[in-house]
């Protein structure tokens, strides 16, 4: 399976833009990029996916890389809702999502 | 339109006993998966059902076992409990089965083993 790497936490302030990065080096040329988020005491939530172009969806932006070995969520005005840990998965083909460690989203008031 | 529901919320089971699990997909999805989720290894996928039929399955050893009913409702089984089987299982539903569609995750249950 593809990997993908992502920092453990990051931290923002309420109401400013938030850039979760991640890395795929490996990634082959039919694996979409998707991205979870999973809040405290729930189950994952889809957020976004893609696979070449950049996309935009009414919770957030997925920029893409030109060579796709790395992409960006794009929280445009961060919410203590947003708080979560965010996973950046890869998946072609079978339907199984391989979830990372992902990254801690901390939001400051 | 309700969401995915996994019943029961939480669980108290002792070593060696077994356990079963359901999930209820959206209405009009047909593929369920299951997932486990623990604080040491973090998400990771049990199995995948789409009509009646596991069309994948992780790396998890066979006293780790699921069906899917013709209503597309899931159950997963566990038998001779283990200590380290304590986790949160989340089942998932979708359309059809593929990696492109999103998946809708229930709350999960969590299951300790005493």
């Known amino acids: 399976d593809a990997k993908t790497t992502q920092p453990n936490s990051m931290e923002s302030n309420e109401e400013e833009p938030v850039h979760l990065p991640c890395n795929h080096s490996t990634i082959s040329g039919t694996d979409y990029i998707h991205w979870y988020r999973q809040l405290p005491s729930q189950g994952p939530e889809y957020v976004i996916h893609?696979?070449?172009s950049n996309v935009n969806n009414r919770m957030a932006s997925l920029a893409i890389a030109e060579d796709r070995k790395s992409s960006t969520l794009i929280l445009h005005r961060a919410t203590l809702r947003d708080a979560a840990v965010y996973y950046c998965?890869?998946?072609?083909?079978?339907?199984?999502?391989?979830f990372g460690k992902g990254t801690k989203l901390s939001v400051i008031p | 339109k309700a969401g995915v529901t996994q019943t029961p919320r939480y669980l108290i089971k002792t070593r060696g006993q077994q356990v079963t699990l359901s999930c209820s997909p959206i209405?009009?999805?047909?593929?369920v998966s299951w997932y486990q989720q623990t604080p040491g290894q973090g998400l990771q996928f049990l199995f995948e059902y789409f009509s009646e039929t596991q069309r994948n399955k992780g790396n998890f050893p066979g006293r780790f076992s699921g069906r899917q009913f013709s209503n597309s409702r899931s159950e997963m089984n566990v038998s001779t409990l283990e200590l380290g089987d304590s986790a949160l299982y989340l089942c998932a539903s979708s359309l059809n089965p593929g990696s492109v569609l999103e998946q809708f995750f229930g709350p999960g249950t969590r299951l300790t083993v005493l």
């Open positions: 209405s009009g999805h047909r593929s």
């Open positions: 998965i890869l998946g072609a083909g079978s339907y199984q999502l391989t």
């Open positions: 893609g696979l070449t």
